[in-house]
């Protein structure tokens, strides 16, 4: 019986009614079946609610949603090109550094794809890189900022997690640096091989550039700073950033008006915090059912009969997280599988701020893994190409990645680097 209702599941969710619909059913399903009165999600929400760093997620995404609109992204572009763009494989990197910084501020790789790709994609092309190379940078250019500041995976995870977020912001710097520059090293290797010329460096297109994206920079650098240098909370943090978007955008550029803030900005705000907040809410109640179960200690039982070291535990939990990430997006994944995880890890001594980076980059290689890789289908939808030669394009990025992941995964002093300052 509760193998066909599991199965039952999985069937509506692939006929693509919505996650929190699932999960709801399941939780009320759970909670039946356990004899236990369903008002126990009503509490797992108000603990929610009560979360300190709640807050930062719609400051941030309304700060993400107001640059897109407002034209950063064409500024940032110009700039980076204007700096980097005389560089072997220039305007390659600049691509994947403008899409890291987007899709931080974004808090997703579908508003950098769609943003970015219509302006990055003809360029690329138009400097004769091959399609296949476009295709497959872009692709997988929508995760790379997933662990800078102000990320939402992030903070997410802190959030279910209960994990510092300021510490998982520094942890996550090093490695997310290390991954950008290994893919821009293999573009400029890339560009060089094909032949790609550079461009003449010009001071005054970079003083242009930068007069016009100078205010854009200050955002991510005061973030960064006001975090790292403890000056500000995250929720002070995102309350400023939330703030100077607005400010930016209406007032300094003047690309919004009232009524396009109120009902554009506004509006796409809060259906996408009150899309993430309500399967948050679920998410974390079905949890609280499946640890008052015991799941998270029959799966140490499990393991423990054949798991006997850390490594061999790292090794199996990037195996499990490929396969998490391969069927579930990376918010969907933090909700329902971290609570899970984290007791296991704890017991065999891996930092629950080194595991947040592992399973965050995990999920973030998951963008380009079928059957259900977000980047697959939204770069699908946005070039009209078969998400099959996509895959393809992307495998060498993809590649690159997992020698990433290796690194991040046995080399914790890559994320806890902090500790010893």
Not at 50 to 55: E, Y
Not at 113 to 129: C, F, K, S, V
Not at 249 to 276: D, K, M, P, Q, W
Not at 378 to 400: D, H, K, T, V, W
Request: with cysteine; hydrophobic share 60%; glycine share 10%.
């Amino acid at each position: 019986m509760t193998l066909a209702i599991v199965a039952l599941l999985v069937l509506i969710a692939a006929l693509g009614v919505p996650l929190f619909v699932v999960l709801g059913a399941g939780s009320l399903i759970a909670t039946h079946a356990a004899g236990l009165d369903p008002a126990v999600m009503l509490v797992e929400m108000l603990r929610l609610t009560s979360s300190p760093n709640l807050m930062a997620i719609p400051l941030f995404t309304l700060a993400g949603v107001t640059l897109a609109r407002g034209g950063a992204p064409q500024r940032l572009v110009q700039l980076f090109n204007a700096g980097f763009g005389w560089m072997p494989g220039g305007l390659a990197v600049v691509a994947l550094t403008v899409c890291a910084f987007f899709t931080a501020f974004s808090g997703a790789s579908g508003v950098t794809i769609l943003a970015l790709g219509g302006l990055l994609y003809p360029m690329l092309t138009g400097e004769n890189y091959s399609k296949r190379f476009s295709l497959g940078l872009l692709t997988a250019s929508g995760s790379l900022g997933l662990l800078f500041p102000p990320s939402l995976a992030v903070l997410l995870y802190g959030i279910v997690a209960g994990v510092s977020i300021e510490h998982l912001f520094t942890a996550g710097i090093v490695p997310g640096t290390i991954l950008l520059v290994m893919l821009a090293l293999y573009a400029m290797v890339t560009s060089h091989r094909i032949g790609i010329p550079r461009h003449t460096f010009s001071f005054a297109a970079l003083v242009a550039a930068a007069r016009a994206g100078f205010w854009d920079i200050l955002l991510p650098v005061g973030i960064i700073g006001g975090l790292l240098g403890g000056y500000v909370t995250v929720t002070e943090a995102a309350s400023c950033a939330a703030a100077w978007a607005l400010l930016l955008e209406t007032v300094i550029h003047r690309r919004l008006n009232t009524r396009a803030v109120y009902y554009g900005v506004f509006r796409e705000t809060c259906v996408l915090v009150g899309s993430l907040l309500i399967i948050l809410g679920i998410a974390l109640g079905l949890t609280n059912l499946l640890i008052d179960a015991q799941v998270p200690m029959k799966m140490l039982s499990l393991l423990e009969q054949d798991v006997h070291s850390q490594l061999q535990f790292l090794l199996l939990l990037n195996i499990f997280l490929l396969a998490v990430g391969c069927v579930m997006d990376i918010f969907s994944a933090t909700m329902v599988i971290v609570p899970l995880i984290l007791p296991l890890a704890q017991h065999f001594g891996v930092d629950p701020v080194h595991l947040g980076i592992i399973f965050l980059a995990n999920l973030e290689i998951g963008y380009l893994t079928p059957p259900v890789g977000i980047n697959l289908f939204l770069a699908s939808q946005r070039f009209r190409e078969p998400i099959l030669g996509l895959f393809r394009a992307a495998l060498p990025f993809l590649l690159i990645m997992l020698v990433w992941l290796a690194l991040v995964t046995y080399l914790p002093p890559l994320s806890l680097w902090w500790k010893k300052i």
